[in-house]
């Protein structure tokens, strides 16, 4: 059974840091492209970062470029985002998802296993 626990959120002040942490068991987490999204409310849910097996070529959404940084640890079987400079509109669930294969998808369909989300919230 595949599981992805997320961990690290928090309440920060804006331009404040956290580190977010997702935890996969049930699967081969070599084998698989991992991504973070997230939904503030009352908006659909957005992709964010995504990186593929072996940790190279990442990408990111335009809104974080420059101030979050996904990574992974093939041996711990965890994904991370760091997220510097936050602001306002950061605030919302994050969510870590996964997709078999080596390819980043922008679409939540794209992704067959997702975690249970853990909340960011940025204050002015």
């Known amino acids: 059974q595949v599981q992805l626990v997320e961990s690290g959120g928090g309440s920060v002040q804006a331009g404040g840091s956290l580190r977010l942490h997702c935890a996969a068991s049930?699967?081969?987490?070599?084998?698989?492209?991992m991504a973070w999204f997230r939904q503030a409310p009352g908006k659909e849910r957005e992709f964010v970062a995504g990186?593929?097996?072996?940790?190279?070529?990442?990408l990111y959404a335009d809104s974080v470029k420059g101030r979050f940084t996904i990574s992974r640890d093939n041996a711990k079987n965890t994904v991370y985002l760091q997220m510097n400079s936050l602001k306002p509109e950061d605030t919302a669930v994050y969510y870590c998802a996964a997709r078999v294969g080596g390819a980043i998808y922008y679409s939540i369909r794209m992704y067959a296993y997702w975690g249970q989300g853990t909340q960011v919230t940025v204050s002015s």
């Open positions: 049930g699967l081969t987490f070599s084998t698989y492209t």
């Open positions: 990186i593929i097996l072996s940790g190279g070529s990442p």
